[in-house]
């Protein structure tokens, strides 16, 4: 089959649809994606099958003329013990918008990943960018170091400014009528003149509003930070101020309205967080932050 040039970069296998794996209406622009200079698409398509041949984990980094590549295969599995986990967290909180994403599986996924970042990128979103996509795989242009690994290697004071930094980007991403869908840090990157944000393979609830998908975005962003509390005592307090105190009035109606089921969670609750692994702890120092405001 040969290469298409037009978007997705190219598309191995005559039945593989890009449409599918997404509900959203999504307005993703057609033009051609230019590949960086050096980086021809047929030599991209043997250096990604080689290097999955060589490889055994779902993203792959790799080398191609000087630059670096991400490789997303499809995610296998259901992984249904997790969701439920969640699905049930989320329930027994009485907070929707904390369920889990629609897991997103197979080709679909990242053809769903392919046409949103498409989207965003016309949009002028520092997302990458798709340099090709394969039943198998999904290619993707490197968009700067995980702010999950760059903040862990930060003093206090260094680290409080670069979070408060980055929820100030996630919320400016926001006034642009958007979202991220999972704004862990793990999922923003540190590029050189600020911010940038990855991975957008999980769809949300088709019917979950505008509203609730930025103060979801905001909780997942508070969650992630807030493991840092326990050597910051301010850090999720004026996170939390950082994020109230931008927020339109209807994100901040969705925070509070979250915050006081927290609070009222961790008053009955708070005893039992220290062992519920990550998420426990953070959520009662959210909770806590929102009960000392
Ligand atoms: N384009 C990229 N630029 C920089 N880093 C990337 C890129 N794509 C993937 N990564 C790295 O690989 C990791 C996993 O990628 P990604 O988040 O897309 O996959 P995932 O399996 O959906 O992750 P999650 O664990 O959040 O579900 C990222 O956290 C980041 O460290
Ligand atoms: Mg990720």
Redo the contacts with the bound molecule.
Sequence with gaps: MAPDRGFPARIAGGDFDPEAGSREPLDVPRGPQTPRAGMTLPGLVEEVEAALAAARG??V?LTSSGQ?V?V?RP?RGPGYTLYGLHFAAAEALGIRLFRPPKVSRGPSGLAA?ARRLAHLQGKGWPV?RVLGIAPDWLA???????L??VVAGLQVPERSRMLRAALQFLQTLHASQGWHG?A?L??L?RLQDGF?A??F??DLEPAMSLESRQARDIYLFLISAARYADRDATLVPQLLEDALGRASTSVGAELNSAGAKLMRAERVLGWIAPYLGRDGPALSAIARAFRDR
């Design positions: 779902r993203i980094k670096t991400w997303k995610r990943e990458p993707l242009s490197d968009n700067g170091p995980s999950g690994d999972a862990q793990r999922n990157t940038g990855i991975d393979e999980d």
